[in-house]
Nanobody
Framework: QVQLLESGGGLVQPGGSLRLSCAAN????????MRWYRQTPGKERESERE????????????EYGTSVKGRFTISRDNAKNTVYLQMNTLKPEDTAVYYC?????????WGQGTQVTVSS
């Protein structure tokens, strides 16, 4: 059974940093691209989640959404079945619930999300 568990969210002041983690199990983690999404208040549907970043199976390729490029870094540790999102220079507009996602055998799997709030 595929399971994804995010952690590391919290309240941070503008300009601060957070590191999110997503621990995976139930599939061969090192075979799959991993993605981070976020969902902001007022956007309730899964289809409205914004792609923040993705990383290829071996970590050799990463891509970022325009709004986070240069501030966020995605990485993974295949030995630990974990993907990370380092978030620096956080802004109030980064406030959202952050989710990791895996597509395994053509099916989407999401974690439960972790709340990030950027506020003074």
């Amino acid at each position: 059974q595929v399971q994804l568990l995010e952690s590391g969210g919290g309240l941070v002041q503008p300009g601060g940093s957070l590191r999110l983690s997503c621990a995976a199990n139930g599939f061969t983690f090192s075979w799959y691209t991993m993605r981070w999404y976020r969902q902001t208040p007022g956007k309730e549907r899964e289809s409205e989640r914004e792609l923040v970043a993705f990383i290829s199976a071996n970590g050799g390729t990463t891509e970022y959404g325009t709004s986070v490029k240069g501030r966020f870094t995605i990485s993974r540790d295949n030995a630990k079945n974990t993907v990370y999102l380092q978030m620096n220079t956080l802004k109030p507009e980064d406030t959202a619930v952050y989710y990791c996602k895996a597509v395994v055998y053509g099916r989407d799997y999401w974690g439960q999300g972790t709340q990030v709030t950027v506020s003074s």
